[in-house]
């Protein structure tokens, strides 16, 4: 969906299933044009497409691009952004740390990057940017080491001079926005500028470095390290940082209570990774990588009823809040008021709840459809508050 100061809206589509080209088709053919329907039935239609490795290489072929690119003016769809982050399969089975593998450190996620934002060429409308969002470089439980890193930091430099060949042949516009998430090898601002002056450092004085590569700021992410959306989007702008799109979402904050821990084993799904970050009264911040650690710790009695706990679960961006049973949609406020304050921060914003299959019962009260469009309604009036309206 366009919007004013030059921005698009869109969903992920990660919510659907995509493991292949015919699947992910499939998927936008009877949910997306449902939720089009719903929500922008006679005005062109963005859509957040998320292919997996085997979908872009079947969709790279010349022929299946042409019969896309004929759908999606068929359709009053267009495509502007792409989620790069799972590799593989992701829904229906085992999911978490395999989400970041291959990591930068492979040969494989370069070329399925470059993949991507090959398509996306093709894709994109005139005069519109793309972006793609890809994976914290690694995740730190996989320990690369310094060479690994270094192996790391030359691939995603590989990858801007990519990008930047395809502007000098065709004036296309595009960047890739890394995006942090608890336990990532980049997981918080200062990590992340930490990365982005050593890349800079390597090659001082090469501005094709913030022209191609920034972050994708996601709100559950870093509503789940208690930082200021204000405060850190103001540093990474200082930094020189483009917001290559913001990722709107939302997370658990909860007490950890008796009830509330007994409710929250509804939320131990087994696919994705749903990391804990903890708050005790004195202000440390105690992180656990998955639910049930924390649950565990939690009954172990080392855990303080008094804490809070901000748990790595996409859940709706309208659910509603309570006193010890609520969301991060102060996060969410805030970072879309900063948008409000500075409207040229970022023209590319994705909605992002991907867990609509493993909502525990009460939590999925609508189709998929109708909840996507209860999202789309959320985030245009909160939207129009800060100044942007449908264009």
Partial sequence: M?????????????????????????????????????VCPNRPFAIGLRLSDTASRELAVPETLRRFQTWLSENQCYVFTINGFPFGNFHGSRVKEQVAQPDWSHSERLAYTVRLFDILAELLPEGVEGSVSTVPVSFKQFNLDPARMQLARQRLWTCVEHLDDIRNRTGIELHLGLEPEPFGTVENTDEFLELFHQLRNERGGDERLQRHLGINYDTCHFALQYEAPDSSLARLVENGVRVSK????????????????????????????????????????????????????????????????????????????GTDWGTTAEQLRG?????????????????????????????????????????????????????????
């Fill in 2 to 38: 366009k919007l004013t100061h030059g921005a698009h809206l869109a969903y992920c589509t990660n919510v659907h299933r995509g493991r292949d080209w015919q699947e992910t088709l499939q998927s936008l053919s009877t949910h997306v044009l449902e939720v089009r329907r719903r």
């Fill in 246 to 321: 913001l990722h709107l979402s939302n997370a658990l904050r909860v007490r950890p209570t008796e009830a509330v821990r007994k409710a929250l084993v509804a939320f131990e799904d087994g696919v994705y990774f749903h990391q804990v970050i903890e708050r005790r009264s004195d202000g440390t911040l105690v992180r656990y990588p998955d639910l049930d650690q924390a649950l565990l710790a939690a009954s172990a009695g080392s855990v303080s009823e008094s804490a809070e706990w901000r748990v790595h679960f996409h859940i709706p961006l309208h659910a509603p809040e």
């Fill in 335 to 391: 970072t879309l008021a900063f948008l409000g304050d500075h409207p040229q921060l970022c023209r590319h914003l994705e909605m992002e709840t991907y867990t609509w299959e493993v909502l525990p019962d009460g939590w999925r009260d609508h189709s998929v459809e109708e909840m996507l469009a209860k999202e789309y309604r959320w985030t245009l009036e909160r939207l129009s508050s800060v100044g942007f309206q449908p264009a």
